[in-house]
């Protein structure tokens, strides 16, 4: 098998990846499972195994976003001796460790489990750990608010384990399964009466959107705000993974939630001053036409903004008006789409997030010409409005100027509080900016990801984090300027095509998007089915048949979790905080007929069966380009085969390691597999592609569009990497019908070899035929013969 060539010293896993492989650790695949992976990453391709978050998490956490101790290995993924054993692993096989960091928050579910929160809720403000956190002692009059209670009477259920001189020291105060310290000296009396003198406050779960006093992460009452801006918390929070840095057993960094942070150009700078400058990159959402700030320390962002580049590619924009017509007559009106993500946005800044935006009109304070209700509205209507995420001070301001002036023009009422508003928003590094800053990609992320995508499904394969759906498409010339700008600006940033975020998995959006090159069929299927199996919200029947259609086959069980997630965050007939169980068995009938009712199963099994072949075939093409185009790509554990997974927690599902590495041995042994439902033909064009970035560094150093000619030239996208030559199909279902005919790529004379086939072709005065050329695969990988 093809071992990594093997490079004296660290200098190869230090510095810039050649492409990684993204591994998600847990209970269920601990780091001791992790290790016994390593020979078969090398084998693939990767020069970097790129790990979730490693830290002591919340007991039970599948995902480790959820840090309660930077000071330890979690024991649940394997401990320290998981982790050695997982490096040792990598380094024998030559392979390096990127790993997946989170400054931003702390989990706090089970205050016993963080010792941080637990001493500030036993001590409060004189606690060690007081200034770790982002809390507004004045606001809770001295004592943190903790969103716990059933209600407010539920005080009354409070109990008191242990008194003071016991073996617990002052006791706990509890509250079914939930544990709070106890201050020093406060323990006697009744549990209302102990309640009554701690530093925290319990109340009622439903305060939380407007009554809190601490940051969280987005709206997640678990997380708590981390201010790492202080120089004492970044010591602290960073120690262990810095001397894993230094000790050689990290080689880069993944930084979660970089808006979230006070100071995120500081963060970095700091970060790479302390980690000489190891490769980093950042999980900053980008919106289409944005750039990362260029003072940013950063290789640069995890890839969603690669990731729209190539799926727009991939669906045809002939098939907007069919799909528009058929989305306004299920929704009973054109959708605005602008106006649905304003409207998500406000429920969410008047909501979920009512306490960042009544802490932000605290921090500002009384300003002359508007009054708090004024204030408020405006505050939201600001949040409501931006453009992007965030602004980075000064980085961005035009943002915020723009944002000011729209609202100004749409709300004239709200004239006098803009006025005052606007400049006090404008002074980089002050607290009422800073603040402003912080809630604004929240209330995005909650507006936009995880209301507004469940909302409109027009077409949901561009529902995706990073993505535009309101952009139907786009042209391989678009396509092409953008990776010649992404080489030019950021030629280190990661790509990828799924991630344990991304609202459904590549292969489903490479299936959904030939729904757009066959939307009248489309539109008379959904129409059938909505006569026979109506639901109350039909724009979210219309979302769940196009997951259900882009998973097929998937169990009832997927399905049914996928239907009522879905549901829940859409938040329009249905919620997570109060389920309408009548609406919710309604919607349960429905994915339940696609598995029991004869005709609509047989129909969605004949059209799935139909539009498969030509999902492999986009499949194929947005990996190779994705593997292929400017950047450091990486692989989502398990997506080197078919993976037609759905939102999490459904991607996040089990990875059949010992059959990838029997189709990898037999691709080896010099088979060339068909392109069928074993998924062997993606193997392929992953383990081809990664052996070349990795072996021959030199081809993919620049970008050069190839020129294509002919009559089906619409249908190929080709470009030339320095070295290497990547050619992928686009649009296969329109050219089933009309074929390649005399379609060519345009190459100097001369030999020419696919690295994934074997196939020789020659270049002459007209080129090279196509159609010989994607005979047997709709992708190539050419290299000079």
Same mark, same amino acid.
């Given at each position: 098998?093809?071992?990594?060539?093997?490079?004296?010293?660290?200098?190869? =896993?230090?510095?810039?990846?050649?492409?990684?492989? =993204?591994?998600?650790?847990? /209970?269920?695949?601990?780091?001791?499972?992790?290790?016994?992976?390593?020979?078969?990453?090398?084998?693939?391709? +990767?020069?970097?195994?790129?790990?979730?978050?490693?830290?002591?998490?919340?007991?039970?956490?599948?995902?480790?976003?959820?840090?309660?101790?930077?000071?330890?290995?979690?024991?649940?993924?394997?401990?320290?001796? #998981?982790?050695?054993?997982?490096?040792?692993?990598?380094?024998?096989?030559?392979?390096?460790?990127?790993?997946?960091?989170?400054?931003?928050?702390?989990?706090?579910?089970?205050?016993?489990?963080?010792?941080?929160?637990?001493?500030?809720?036993?001590?409060?403000?004189?606690?060690?750990?007081?200034?770790?956190?982002?809390?507004?002692?004045?606001?809770?009059?001295?004592?943190?608010?903790?969103?716990?209670?059933?209600?407010?009477?539920?005080?009354?259920?409070?109990?008191?384990? #242990?008194?003071?001189?016991?073996?617990?020291?002052?006791?706990?105060?509890?509250?079914?399964?939930?544990?709070?310290?106890?201050?020093?000296?406060?323990?006697?009396?009744?549990?209302?009466?102990?309640?009554?003198?701690?530093?925290?406050?319990?109340?009622?779960?439903?305060?939380?959107?407007?009554?809190?006093?601490?940051?969280?992460?987005?709206?997640?009452?678990?997380?708590?705000?981390?201010?790492?801006?202080?120089?004492?918390?970044?010591?602290?929070?960073?120690?262990?993974?810095?001397?894993?840095?230094?000790?050689?057993?990290?080689?880069?960094?993944?930084?979660?939630?970089?808006?979230?942070?006070?100071?995120?150009?500081?963060?970095?700078?700091?970060?790479?001053?302390?980690?000489?400058?190891?490769?980093?990159?950042?999980?900053?959402?980008?919106?289409?036409?944005?750039?990362?700030?260029?003072?940013?320390?950063? /290789?640069?962002?995890?890839?969603?903004?690669?990731?729209?580049?190539?799926?727009?590619?991939?669906?045809?924009?002939?098939?907007?008006?069919?799909?528009?017509?058929?989305?306004?007559?299920?929704?009973?009106?054109?959708?605005?789409?602008?106006?649905?993500?304003?409207?998500?946005?406000?429920?969410?800044?008047?909501?979920?997030?009512?306490?960042? +935006?009544?802490?932000?009109?605290?921090?500002?304070?009384?300003?002359?010409?508007?009054?708090?209700?004024?204030?408020?509205?405006?505050?939201?209507?600001?949040?409501?409005?931006?453009?992007?995420?965030?602004?980075?001070?000064?980085?961005?301001?035009?943002?915020?100027?723009?944002?000011?002036?729209?609202?100004?023009?749409?709300?004239?009422?709200?004239?006098?509080?803009?006025?005052?508003?606007?400049?006090?928003?404008?002074?980089?590094?002050?607290?009422?900016?800073?603040?402003?800053?912080?809630?604004?990609?929240?209330?995005?992320?909650?507006?936009?990801?995880?209301?507004?995508?469940?909302?409109?499904?027009?077409?949901?394969?561009?529902?995706?984090?990073? #993505?535009?759906?309101?952009?139907?498409?786009?042209?391989?010339?678009?396509?092409?300027?953008?990776?010649?700008?992404?080489?030019?600006?950021?030629?280190?940033?990661?790509?990828?095509?799924?991630?344990?975020?991304?609202?459904?998995?590549?292969?489903?959006?490479?299936?959904?998007?030939?729904?757009?090159?066959?939307?009248?069929?489309?539109?008379?299927?959904?129409?059938?089915?909505?006569?026979?199996?109506?639901?109350?919200?039909?724009?979210?029947?219309?979302?769940?048949?196009?997951?259900?259609?882009?998973?097929?086959?998937?169990?009832?069980?997927?399905?049914?979790?996928?239907?009522?997630?879905?549901?829940?965050?859409?938040?329009?007939?249905?919620?997570?905080?109060?389920?309408?169980?009548?609406?919710?068995?309604?919607?349960?009938?429905?994915?339940?007929?696609?598995?029991?009712?004869?005709?609509?199963?047989?129909?969605?099994?004949?059209?799935?069966?139909?539009?498969?072949?030509?999902?492999?075939?986009?499949?194929?093409?947005?990996?190779?380009?994705?593997?292929?185009?400017?950047? +450091?790509?990486?692989?989502?554990?398990?997506?080197?085969?078919?993976?037609?997974?759905?939102?999490?927690?459904?991607?996040?599902?089990?990875?059949?390691?010992?059959?990838?590495?029997?189709?990898?041995?037999?691709?080896?042994?010099?088979? +060339?597999?068909?392109?069928?439902?074993?998924?062997?033909?993606?193997?392929?064009?992953?383990?081809?592609?990664?052996?070349?970035?990795?072996?021959?560094?030199?081809?993919?150093?620049?970008?050069?569009?190839?020129?294509?000619?002919?009559?089906?030239?619409?249908?190929?996208?080709?470009?030339?990497? #320095?070295?290497?030559?990547?050619?992928?199909?686009?649009?296969?279902?329109?050219?089933?019908?009309?074929?390649?005919?005399?379609?060519?790529?345009?190459?100097?004379?001369?030999?020419?070899?696919?690295?994934?086939?074997?196939?020789?072709?020659?270049?002459?005065?007209?080129?090279?035929?196509?159609?010989?050329?994607?005979?047997?695969?709709?992708?190539?990988?050419?290299?000079?013969?």
């Amino acid at each position: 098998m093809s071992r990594p060539i093997r490079v004296p010293g660290d200098e190869r =896993r230090r510095g810039t990846p050649a492409a990684t492989y =993204r591994l998600q650790v847990h /209970a269920g695949f601990p780091l001791q499972d992790a290790a016994e992976v390593a020979g078969y990453l090398a084998d693939l391709g +990767v020069t970097h195994a790129y790990s979730s978050p490693l830290l002591r998490s919340a007991e039970g956490s599948n995902h480790g976003y959820d840090t309660v101790d930077h000071a330890h290995v979690d024991e649940a993924r394997g401990g320290q001796a #998981g982790f050695d054993r997982f490096v040792a692993a990598l380094h024998e096989h030559g392979l390096g460790l990127v790993l997946d960091l989170v400054p931003n928050h702390m989990g706090v579910d089970d205050p016993a489990a963080a010792p941080w929160w637990w001493d500030v809720l036993q001590h409060g403000q004189g606690s060690a750990h007081a200034d770790a956190f982002d809390i507004d002692w004045d606001f809770g009059g001295g004592r943190v608010r903790i969103p716990v209670l059933g209600s407010a009477d539920d005080v009354e259920k409070l109990e008191v384990v #242990g008194r003071a001189g016991g073996a617990d020291g002052d006791g706990e105060l509890r509250y079914y399964g939930n544990r709070f310290p106890i201050a020093p000296g406060t323990g006697e009396g009744t549990p209302q009466e102990v309640h009554a003198r701690q530093h925290y406050e319990l109340v009622d779960w439903r305060r939380a959107d407007s009554d809190l006093n601490y940051r969280r992460f987005f709206a997640i009452n678990t997380l708590a705000g981390l201010r790492v801006e202080d120089p004492a918390v970044f010591d602290a929070t960073h120690e262990l993974v810095l001397r894993f840095v230094r000790d050689g057993a990290v080689d880069g960094l993944r930084i979660d939630h970089p808006d979230g942070l006070a100071d995120p150009k500081g963060y970095l700078d700091r970060l790479a001053e302390a980690s000489e400058g190891r490769w980093t990159v950042v999980e900053k959402i980008l919106e289409p036409g944005e750039d990362l700030p260029a003072s940013w320390a950063t /290789a640069g962002t995890t890839g969603y903004d690669a990731l729209a580049e190539v799926d727009q590619l991939l669906v045809d924009p002939a098939g907007e008006p069919a799909l528009t017509a058929l989305d306004t007559e299920l929704a009973g009106r054109q959708v605005d789409y602008a106006q649905l993500v304003h409207d998500c946005k406000r429920e969410v800044t008047d909501g979920m997030l009512g306490s960042e +935006v009544a802490r932000l009109v605290r921090v500002i304070g009384e300003l002359p010409g508007a009054d708090r209700t004024q204030q408020t509205e405006a505050l939201a209507e600001l949040l409501a409005s931006f453009p992007v995420y965030r602004s980075y001070l000064p980085d961005g301001r035009e943002h915020l100027d723009g944002t000011v002036a729209a609202v100004r023009a749409r709300r004239p009422d709200l004239a006098a509080a803009l006025d005052a508003l606007h400049p006090v928003l404008s002074q980089a590094g002050t607290e009422a900016a800073t603040r402003f800053e912080q809630t604004s990609g929240p209330v995005m992320a909650k507006g936009v990801e995880d209301s507004a995508y469940y909302r409109w499904s027009r077409f949901v394969a561009l529902n995706e984090v990073g #993505g535009d759906p309101a952009r139907f498409g786009s042209t391989v010339t678009e396509f092409h300027a953008a990776q010649q700008r992404r080489q030019q600006v950021r030629p280190e940033s990661m790509t990828t095509l799924s991630t344990h975020d991304t609202k459904r998995s590549e292969d489903v959006r490479a299936r959904l998007a030939v729904l757009a090159e066959l939307p009248t069929e489309w539109a008379q299927l959904v129409r059938g089915w909505l006569t026979r199996h109506p639901l109350a919200d039909r724009p979210l029947a219309h979302l769940v048949w196009q997951n259900l259609v882009g998973a097929w086959p998937l169990s009832r069980e997927r399905a049914h979790a996928y239907a009522e997630k879905a549901a829940r965050e859409a938040g329009t007939a249905t919620t997570w905080t109060d389920p309408d169980e009548a609406f919710e068995a309604q919607l349960h009938a429905l994915v339940d007929a696609a598995f029991d009712d004869p005709t609509k199963r047989s129909e969605i099994d004949a059209f799935v069966t139909r539009i498969t072949p030509l999902g492999w075939s986009n499949s194929l093409t947005q990996k190779l380009l994705q593997l292929t185009m400017p950047g +450091v790509p990486d692989v989502y554990q398990g997506t080197e085969l078919w993976d037609f997974s759905l939102v999490d927690p459904d991607n996040r599902r089990p990875v059949d390691y010992a059959l990838r590495r029997r189709l990898l041995a037999q691709l080896d042994g010099g088979e +060339v597999p068909a392109v069928d439902e074993t998924g062997a033909a993606k193997l392929l064009v992953v383990s081809r592609t990664l052996r070349a970035r990795r072996d021959h560094p030199g081809w993919f150093a620049g970008y050069e569009p190839v020129e294509v000619t002919g009559s089906a030239a619409d249908h190929l996208v080709a470009y030339d990497r #320095g070295g290497v030559v990547a050619v992928g199909t686009r649009l296969p279902a329109a050219l089933a019908r009309t074929g390649w005919g005399d379609t060519a790529l345009q190459l100097p004379n001369g030999a020419w070899e696919d690295l994934l086939t074997g196939t020789r072709v020659v270049s002459d005065i007209a080129g090279i035929a196509v159609d010989a050329l994607l005979s047997r695969l709709p992708v190539a990988l050419l290299v000079r013969a």
